[in-house]
C-alpha cells in the first residue's frame, strides 16, 4: 500500500503565500499524474492544479498565475505554491496521486488526508 501525507496548510492574510507538500511513501513502483484539488464547505471537491511525471502542469482558471505546482521526483513528493492568496481560496486542500504499485503492477487514484488552508484576516 502506498499512502500520501500533506503538510504546510495553514492561517493567512490575504494577499500572502503558503506552500502546500505532499509525500507520497509505502509500496511504490512508479508515480504518474499528481495534483491538488479543494474543497470549500458547502461546496464540491474541485481541481486546483495537477503536474506529470514529465513536468506537464494543468490549472484551473480561478488560480492561473497565483498558484504553482512542481514535483521532485526523485523524493516522490508534490507541491503547491499559493501566492496573492484571496478568501474564496479557503479550502481543505487534497493531494491526488497515480501511483502504480509493484505488488500487482496496476495503478491506483491515492488520496491525502487533508489539510485547511484560511485565508483571512
Known amino acids: 500500500q502506498a499512502q500520501l501525507v500533506e503538510s504546510g496548510g495553514g492561517l493567512v492574510q490575504p494577499g500572502g503565500s503558503l506552500r502546500l507538500s505532499c509525500a507520497a511513501s509505502?509500496?511504490?513502483?512508479?508515480?504518474?499524474?499528481m495534483g491538488w484539488y479543494r474543497q470549500a464547505p458547502g461546496k464540491q471537491r474541485e481541481l486546483v492544479a495537477t503536474i506529470t511525471k514529465g513536468g506537464s502542469t494543468n490549472y484551473a482558471d480561478s488560480v492561473k498565475g497565483r498558484f504553482t505546482v512542481s514535483r521532485d521526483n526523485a523524493k516522490n513528493t508534490v507541491y503547491l505554491q499559493m501566492n496573492s492568496l484571496k478568501p474564496e481560496d479557503t479550502a481543505v486542500y487534497y493531494c491526488?496521486?497515480?501511483?502504480?504499485?509493484?505488488?500487482?503492477?496496476?495503478?491506483?487514484?491515492?488520496w491525502g488526508q487533508g489539510t485547511q488552508v484560511t485565508v483571512s484576516s
Open positions: 491526488n496521486a497515480d501511483i502504480r504499485i509493484p505488488l500487482t503492477g496496476r495503478s491506483y487514484d491515492y
Open positions: 509505502g509500496s511504490i513502483f512508479s508515480i504518474n499524474a
